[in-house]
């Protein structure tokens, strides 16, 4: 999931966001396989490159709520939160759930969910512990 995946939402998914968007705050979530063998500063610099790579396709997306959610971010403050996984499987499974929950995605060796507002984050990151 090398890119946002917007295009890849399912359909049900896009219809449960029409319905009515969350309106609370907006973060970005960076999630981390523990089993990524890397020093703390090549991981820093991985983080940094993921967001920035994100921001970047954000701000040309063209999906609505993508739009409003990376605007209500912006303008309340860039908030992003580190969390682990055990496994690069359990990275891409959660990146999957995300991708099922129409939140934008991205990353590889990192992953980047978000951002979104904080009560549709929490559906597929509450069990993930801090970094």
């Given at each position: 999931?090398?890119?946002i995946n917007a295009e890849y939402m399912g359909e049900e998914a896009t219809k449960k966001q029409e319905k009515k968007p969350p309106k609370d705050e907006c973060k970005m979530v960076i999630i981390v396989p523990k089993d990524q063998k890397v020093s703390a500063g090549v991981l820093c610099a991985l983080g940094a490159r993921a967001v920035l790579e994100?921001?970047?396709?954000?701000?040309?997306?063209?999906?609505?709520?993508?739009?409003?959610?990376?605007?209500?971010?912006?303008?309340?403050?860039?908030?992003?939160?580190?969390?682990k996984v055990s496994s690069h499987r359990e990275l891409a499974d959660v990146l999957a759930t995300a991708v099922d929950a129409g939140i934008p995605t991205h990353g590889e060796m990192l992953g980047i969910v978000g951002p979104a507002p904080k009560s549709v984050l929490d559906e597929v990151t509450s069990h993930l512990k801090l970094l």
């Open positions: 999931r090398d890119s994100a921001n970047s396709i954000l701000s040309a997306t063209d999906n609505a709520i993508h739009s409003e959610w990376y605007s209500r971010w912006k303008s309340g403050g860039h908030a992003k939160v580190a969390l």
